[in-house]
């Protein structure tokens, strides 16, 4: 391992935020120094994932483990690639692969996350949901502060389900247009959904019901984005806007399943789940009806009978969980070792122009380009310094993106700021060109014409520049 000549200026395990440069000098983050000025002080290098870089392009861009991770692991690793790709089955295949259901929306982990990239919306209105699920809720918290699932049919609509069973309903997504212009006149169009229900099983969905789209989110880095100090996170924040630049970035704290208590929530769109291990969990039961050792009850409402029925006929015939620990957790540690792409193109000079302006214009306020991760976690992540483009924080984005669903601390207008690193290799991981949360956005610029909020101030600088200069900051955005 090369992180071995560690200066650690204070003993205090909370300071103990270091930075490495390419594995070799460590510097240290001075814990008595605003923690954004540093990071942001830290030069882009093309390594996005630090050492566990990868430099695949491609269909299987974001499939490699982690190059410097421990040789002992990729045995797991593929094998938790395999958990990943399968297909879970109903039937008796093969007992360790069944128990698929009662209701679901997708039997393989990959169907939503095509090559371990992003989902889309459907493509035509009316078409069924391929990698994009919706969330429900009514007003209200759940016994965790999360979002109050709606009677009869829980907190997701799982528009499938296994034979003998009624699927919950069919969800049907419309689309308003929006014209507008750029600064120099040229005219674009953006597009919005409205979420309508079809096919409900167990009657009308309530007046007060509140819906999410949801995209499928890709699934690089993340062993990293868990490895970033909880008290980094909370040393971005500026709830008040104390600094005064316009963004109040705050942590959502939110039910960390595994460790029995509230903490900082950092995957999801809203950064409503605290940790990978949760995420999948979570997944496996909500998108496909697998039971882990995690949630080990699988979601059927008192009033879906059938549901529960046949949730307790396959109990007794595949056992429990259907998912063992034998495959869920080469499952989750697959999860947090894939690696990062490498950035390209960093010597043209249009993309260090572009990086020049996202510094320039402010998408770094909440786009923090670098962050450093802790000890506490896999070797191969100890004390990385990385490129995610995100401080995990939620923002206000404004009425335009708002689904006016809650989901813990985060508001009906807040979302995480995405991640960027990969952005680029989209289209060629997943075949699809859609972005933000719903997947409303048909390109790059039509994501960030969406920023408002805290982000609007920064969306009209962008949508103000010439067009050599927007040329630019895509340029930047797709070497990411
Ligand atoms: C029905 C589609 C669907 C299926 C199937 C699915 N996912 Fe996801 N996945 C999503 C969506 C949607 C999100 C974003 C969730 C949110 O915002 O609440 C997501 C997010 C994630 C994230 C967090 C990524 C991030 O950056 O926040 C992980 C990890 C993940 N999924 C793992 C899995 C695993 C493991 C499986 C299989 C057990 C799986 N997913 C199956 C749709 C799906
Ligand atoms: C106030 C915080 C904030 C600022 C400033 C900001 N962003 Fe964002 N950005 C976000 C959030 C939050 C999201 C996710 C929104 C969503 O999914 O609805 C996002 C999403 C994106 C996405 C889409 C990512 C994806 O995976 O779908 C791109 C591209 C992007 N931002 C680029 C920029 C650029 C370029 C700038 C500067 C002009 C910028 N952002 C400024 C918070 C911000």
Redesign the pocket.
């Known amino acids: 391992m090369m992180f071995r000549n560690l200066t650690i200026l204070s003993a205090s395990a909370a300071a103990m935020l270091l930075l490495f440069s390419s594995g070799a000098s460590a510097a240290a983050i001075d814990p008595d120094k605003d923690l954004r000025e540093q990071l942001l002080a830290i030069p882009l290098t093309p390594n996005l994932g630090g050492d566990t870089t990868v430099d695949t392009v491609g269909p299987r861009a974001f499939r490699s483990i982690a190059p410097n991770a421990d040789n002992d692991l990729v045995f797991d690793f593929l094998f938790g690639q395999r958990m990943f790709d399968v297909v879970w089955d109903h039937y008796i295949i093969s007992p360790a692969l069944d128990g698929l259901g009662p209701l679901f929306n997708r039997t393989a982990c990959r169907e939503c996350h095509e090559g371990n990239g ?1 989902g889309q919306p459907p493509e035509s209105v009316g078409a069924p949901m391929k990698s994009i699920l919706i969330r429900l809720s009514v007003p209200g918290q759940d016994q965790h502060g999360g979002p109050n699932p709606v009677p009869k049919y829980g907190d997701q609509l799982q528009d499938r389900a296994v034979p003998g069973v009624q699927p919950e309903g069919q969800a049907i997504m419309e689309w308003e247009e929006i014209e507008g212009s750029y600064g120099d006149g040229t005219p674009y169009t953006l597009r919005k959904p409205t979420v309508k229900f079809t096919n409900l099983a167990y009657g009308d969905m309530p007046e007060d019901l509140m819906t999410s789209p949801r995209v499928a989110a890709p699934v690089i880095g993340l062993g990293l984005l868990q490895s970033i100090p909880e008290e980094n996170l909370y040393a971005l924040a500026d709830p008040d806007d104390a600094n005064g630049d316009g ?1 109040s ?1 705050r942590v959502n704290i939110a039910w960390d399943a595994v460790n029995k208590k509230m903490a900082t929530g950092r995957f999801g ?1 809203k950064a409503n789940v605290p940790t990978v291990h949760h995420q999948s969990a979570g997944a496996a039961l909500g998108d496909m009806g697998m039971t882990t050792a995690l949630f080990k009850t699988n979601l059927c409402e008192p009033v879906q009978k059938d549901c529960i029925a046949m949730a307790n006929s396959m109990a007794a015939s595949v056992g429990s969980p259907e998912i063992v620990p034998e495959m869920f957790d080469p499952l989750v540690g697959y999860m947090m070792l894939i690696g990062v792409p490498q950035q390209r193109d960093a010597d043209n000079p249009a993309v260090q122009r572009g990086e020049q302006l ?1 510094h320039g ?3 770094t ?3 923090m380009p670098t962050q450093v991760a802790g000890d506490d976690t896999l070797p191969a992540l100890q004390g990385q310094v990385f490129h995610p483009f995100t401080d995990l924080l ?2 206000d ?1 404004g009425e335009g ?1 708002a689904d006016n669903r809650p989901d813990f601390g985060a508001s009906g207008s807040e ?4 991640p ?1 690193w990969g ?1 680029g290799l989209t289209y060629e991981v997943c075949l699809c060109n859609f ?3 719903d997947g409303r ?1 048909r390109s ?1 610029s039509e ?2 014409l ?2 408002g ?3 609007e101030s ?2 009209e ?2 949508r103000n520049l010439g067009k050599d200069q927007r040329d630019d ?1 895509l340029a930047f ?1 797709g070497s990411l």
Do not use: P
């Open positions: 992003r963004i970035g769109w996202f214009i402010g998408c306020g909440c786009h939620v923002h984005m993106l979302w995480r700021t995405a960027l952005i972005y933000l949360n956005a790059i994501a960030i969406w920023h909020g805290e982000a920064r969306k600088v962008f900051l955005l």
